[in-house]
């Protein structure tokens, strides 16, 4: 099975941006679409973005379409998460997660994720 480790969170001011890294081990992120969720507090945890195997479609929630983007390299067996015109409402634990299912493109419930890192904290101060 896959471990993940998350880093790149902190504080940063509305406006700014993050680049947040999920590096992978015990196994090729290249068997697993990824994806990333958030936690912020007293909510539930929700759908952040999520990309394909091949790298070839992503997908993001409505709340960060333009303003985040997915990636991978699988190289180096790292998925990233670029965020831009970050918000107070950002503001939460951010978790990547491992979907061993390729044959469905999009997934965006912590049900289909088989495999989590632990998160790393993101603060948007105002």
């Known amino acids: 099975q896959v471990q993940l480790v998350e880093s790149g969170g902190g504080l940063v001011q509305a406006g700014g941006s993050l680049r947040l890294s999920c590096a992978a081990s015990?196994?090729?992120?290249?068997?697993?679409?990824m994806g990333w969720f958030r936690q912020a507090p007293g909510k539930v945890r929700e759908f952040v973005a999520r990309?394909?195997?091949?790298?070839?479609?992503?997908d993001y929630a409505d709340s960060v379409k333009g303003r985040f983007t997915i990636s991978r390299d699988n190289a180096k067996n790292t998925v990233y998460l670029q965020m831009g015109s970050l918000k107070s409402e950002d503001t939460a634990v951010y978790c990547c997660a491992a979907d061993p299912n390729l044959t469905v493109v999009v997934r965006t419930t912590s049900n289909d994720y088989n495999y989590w890192g632990q998160g790393t904290q993101v603060t948007v101060s105002s």
């Open positions: 015990g196994r090729s992120i290249s068997d697993y679409a």
């Open positions: 990309i394909t195997w091949s790298g070839g479609r992503t």
